[in-house]
């Protein structure tokens, strides 16, 4: 005997979840709004962020009005110097927690300035831990040694200079270490120094930066304006892309 027929039941569609309402479009560009702030902030501060040059220091490397890039990264991971604007005691602030790259002779860096906190400045590395840096007649030396300096740009003559100006005889006559002739960077600490030497307010005059307080080094010069020049819009064409070094 055959296999008896079986019966076919018409099958009862399955019940779809009901739709979940449509956000509106209001909320959906707010929170579209909230993820790119929450994406900018972390970018702006771990990986890169802009500055603007206010001054002549670094000059002629760095002009007045250059906007620049600054890797934030390539000494390692360094955690905020506040949350918001805010400090919560026993947190970490301003503090490398791994080190990716050494800090290097002749790195443009930006960093916390040690007198100031609020204020970020930007200057050249010259002297590492454990060096010993002096200034003569305007000029560097290092190690006991003047340094080849092709980015220093001196406008005082050697006659001009003066004895007791740190800006032109560096470590200053009647201190420790004048009777040295040059002062030795302590560990955890660089010695910093603007290009445009005559016209810079550096480690000469306020002493050494912390290791922990570099932001990070300049790389590239992504816009110039120059607020002096001539013309409708005044701005440097040929300074877009230029790597800093």
Known sequence: ?????????????????????????????VEALVIALVLASVIRTFFV????????????????????????????????????????????????????????HGDVVVFVFPPDPTKDFIKRVIGLPGDTVAVKNGKVWLNGAPIPDPHAHLEVSDTQRSAVSPRDNFPQIGTDAAALGAVTVPPGKIFVMGDNRDRSYDSRFWGFVPEDNVEGRAMIIYWSWNADGDGILPVRWSRFGMIVH
């Open 1 to 29: 005997m055959g296999e008896p027929l079986r019966t076919l039941k018409p099958r009862v569609p399955a019940r779809s979840a009901a739709p979940e309402p449509r956000k509106s479009v209001g909320r959906e560009y």
């Open 49 to 104: 962020q802009a500055y603007k040059i206010p001054s002549g220091s670094m000059e002629p490397t760095l002009l007045v009005g250059d906007h620049i890039l600054v890797n934030k990264l390539i000494y390692g991971l360094r955690t905020p110097d506040s949350l918001f604007g805010l400090e919560v005691p026993g947190l970490p602030y301003g503090k490398y927690l791994f080190r990716l790259e050494r800090i290097h």
